[in-house]
Each structure stands twice: as structure tokens, then as C-alpha cells.
């Protein structure tokens, strides 16, 4: 399809409708309630001019003022910084390590991490092990919870860039 023009200072996200990396910048924008479009991307499909935009062909690719932001984390801290006015990434040193460190924990494609449970639960024959990995995996994130969020009673960073795949757990059933 051909590249659809961009009208000037608003952001675009290239996206996917399913994809969970993408839903993470798309609820940032909403939560900051941030003038943008969406432009959904065939990921098996990708059209030449996306791949100019971002050879990797990953999303999200968020677009403002001939700007590409790329990589699904940083896409959403590039709109906390920009768009936030109570910041969801505190500010505060130790805090926001934290925070970080939970997103590593959860985002990295290895044992004992939540993507690697859920990438294993596809195939596997046997659940009843893997529900004692979920258990594991969640432990970390159920004792860092403050009360409704890892922020208390308001959202956090962190909040927003797990609850893609918490939202997708049902199906895992």
C-alpha cells in the first residue's frame, strides 16, 4: 500500500492490531490522551516505505515531525518524557531501577522470564508444569505489587508495558 502522508506535529504509531509490543504505545498515548493515528502494519507484508522507516520491521515505529522512534520500550518512555505530566517512569533513582529491572525481567526471551513461559506454553503438552513456571515467573511481580498498581493506586511504567500479555493470559487456558 502506498505511505499514507503524515499531517504535521501530530504522532503516528505503525502498529499492529494483536501485537503486544505495539499495545503498549498505544495505551500511553491514550493514557496521556495524545492527538495521534494509527497506522497498521501487515507484518508479513511490510510495505517498502515502512522498511525505510525501520529496516528491523518491528513495531511499534512511532513517527513526529520526520522523527522514528523505534523499539517498543523506548517508544514509551519517549512519550512519558514528552507527553507525561505526572511522569509514569518516577524520576526517582532507585524506584525507576526498579521498575526497569522488573521490565528486563519480564521482557527477556529466557528462562525464567514471563515471555519465555508464555513462548513455551504453545507448545507444550503438558500444562501442569507450566502452570508451576507461570507461579514462578509471577512470584517477583505479585510481591512488587503496591496495591492495584506497582505504583499504588495509580499506574506505573510498569504497569503499562506488562499489561499486554496479563490482558492475553485468559487465552493461555
Known amino acids: 500500500s502506498p505511505y499514507p502522508p503524515l499531517a504535521p506535529n501530530k504522532v503516528r504509531v505503525y502498529s499492529m492490531r494483536f501485537c503486544p509490543y505495539a499495545q503498549r504505545a498505544r495505551m500511553i498515548l ?26 528491523s520491521g518491528t513495531v511499534p515505529v512511532l513517527e513526529h515531525n520526520e522523527r522514528i522512534i523505534t523499539e517498543s520500550v523506548i517508544c514509551c518512555e519517549y512519550l512519558d518524557e514528552r507527553y507525561g505530566q505526572n511522569k509514569l517512569l518516577t524520576r526517582e533513582s532507585y524506584t525507576r531501577a526498579k521498575q526497569k529491572m522488573m521490565i ?20 507444550v503438552e503438558d500444562f501442569r508444569d507450566l502452570k508451576q513456571q507461570f507461579e514462578e515467573v509471577l512470584q ?25 500479555w496479563f490482558e492475553r493470559f485468559p487465552a493461555l487456558e
Open 104 to 123: 528486563e525481567k519480564f521482557n527477556k526471551a529466557r528462562k525464567g522470564s514471563i515471555n519465555y513461559t508464555i513462548c513455551k506454553s504453545i507448545s
Open 30 to 55: 491514550k493514557y496521556y490522551n495524545v492527538p495521534h493515528e494509527i497506522v497498521n502494519i501487515n507484518l508479513k507484508d511490510k510495505p517498502a516505505w515502512f522498511l525505510q522507516k525501520n529496516a
Open 140 to 164: 517477583p511481580f505479585e510481591e512488587s505489587l503496591q496495591n492495584k498498581f506497582f505504583g499504588g493506586d495509580e499506574p506505573y511504567f510498569l504497569d503499562f508495558l506488562i499489561w499486554p
